[in-house]
Nanobody
Framework: QVQLVESGGGLVQPGGSLRLSCAASGRTFVRYGMGWFRQAPGKEREFVATITWSGDSTYYADSVKGRFTISRDSAKNTMYLQMNSLKPEDTAVYYC????????????????WGQGTQVTVSS
């Protein structure tokens, strides 16, 4: 079983920055994709960004492209989401996800999910 634990959420002012982390433990995979999703109250969960197992390919939602950066540290088995120029509409619970199927980064279907971390952007 794979466990995913998110951290780094909090309250920030519009225009501020925040860095989310997702640490994976337990069973590991030779190749797996990882990604970030978010869900605001009363709204559907939406795709934010994904990254391949090698870290050489990334995908972003149009709403965050140019502001957010997804990355991973293989040695620490940790994924990150650097969020800059935050807007109130970025307020949501952010979830990390992982899957041993490489196509997950394209199809956005993941087997393992974290518990979520709250991000609130407000003045």
């Amino acid at each position: 079983q794979v466990q995913l634990v998110e951290s780094g959420g909090g309250l920030v002012q519009p225009g501020g920055s925040l860095r989310l982390s997702c640490a994976a433990s337990g069973r590991t995979f030779v190749r797996y994709g990882m990604g970030w999703f978010r869900q605001a109250p009363g709204k559907e969960r939406e795709f934010v960004a994904t990254i391949t197992w090698s870290g050489d390919s990334t995908y972003y939602a149009d709403s965050v492209k140019g502001r957010f950066t997804i990355s991973r540290d293989s040695a620490k088995n940790t994924m990150y989401l650097q969020m800059n120029s935050l807007k109130p509409e970025d307020t949501a619970v952010y979830y990390c996800a992982a899957d041993p199927d490489w196509s997950s980064v394209i199809h956005r279907h993941f087997a393992y999910w974290g518990q979520g971390t709250q991000v609130t952007v407000s003045s």
